[in-house]
């Protein structure tokens, strides 16, 4: 009924060494799944403000040069 509480024998060092190359392992693939997602996000968030800045750029080439007026050179 209660074998649960009953402590487990000590783990042998094989046992010990296994335990933490499988946790390490699985904190590397934590971190390289970590990492992707932030440079996925990144990679969309570079693309969305390079649409951006392209659009800006267009619709500041379509206005009037105003400044080009003051220095003669008109456009």
Known sequence: ??????PRSLATPKEVIEYLELHQAA???RLELEHRDN??????WYQQAA???RSDL??????????AWFNGRAV
């Open 58 to 67: 267009e619709q500041m080439r379509a206005e009037i040069n105003v400044l």
């Open 51 to 53: 649409i951006k800045n």
């Open 1 to 6: 009924m209660f074998d649960y509480i009953t």
């Open 39 to 44: 440079l996925e996000a990144y990679c969309q």
């Open 27 to 29: 904190q590397e693939f």
